[in-house]
């Protein structure tokens, strides 16, 4: 509990001291609204090379012939720019959280996924307040899941788990800067 009430406080200072120009920053990820998931995130300076990235995307879809692959994704990251905040490269250090249900096949999968990994960026500047962002990241995930055929009636048959080394992060993000 000590812990959690130090984090929250440290985030909340963090937030304020990041009220002035230039500090805070809202964005949105192309790749995501690709894929028909919504995505937003916020960006806030804590010292000059120094911001804290907190993203996420939710997709709620069901498609044709009852494909659906529906989740909600946090990904928060702090991030260290080798010039100054918001402009030219970066690198950084994520974490990620989902839980998901759906399948594009026979078999749907009920489950959740965690990790986290590094990332490497470069953001361009278009304008006073607006930027573009390119980002890859590499890590870990671990989902945990509950497998089960595409049928209604049956709530699942195998619990299942797996680990994934690889691509956790991808993104082209349009950023408005305050």
């Known amino acids: 509990m000590r812990l959690r009430l130090t984090l929250a406080s440290i ?5 304020f001291r990041a009220a002035s120009a230039q500090d805070v920053a809202l964005k949105t990820n192309a790749l995501f609204w690709a894929t028909t998931s919504p995505s937003l995130g916020a960006e806030i300076a804590l010292a000059p090379q120094w911001t804290i990235d907190l993203s996420a995307a939710y997709n709620p879809w069901t498609f044709r012939n009852d494909k659906k692959m529906r989740f909600w ?4 990251e702090a991030r260290y720019w080798f010039c100054e905040k918001f402009e030219g490269h970066f690198v950084g250090l994520h974490l990620h959280g ?3 249900y759906g399948g594009f096949s026979d078999t749907r999968y009920d489950g959740y996924l965690a990790g986290g990994g590094f990332t490497y960026g470069y953001d361009w500047i278009l304008s006073p307040h607006w930027n573009v962002e390119a980002a890859v990241g590499i890590g870990y995930a671990h989902l945990w899941y509950k497998e089960s055929p595409c049928m209604e009636c049956i709530k699942y048959e195998y619990d ?15 950023t408005y800067i305050f």
């Open 11 to 15: 985030l909340v200072a963090g937030i």
């Open 98 to 100: 989902a839980q998901y």
């Open 73 to 76: 994704l946090a990904q928060p």
């Open 160 to 174: 299942g788990r797996f680990n994934y080394v690889g691509l956790t992060k991808a993104a082209i993000t349009f």
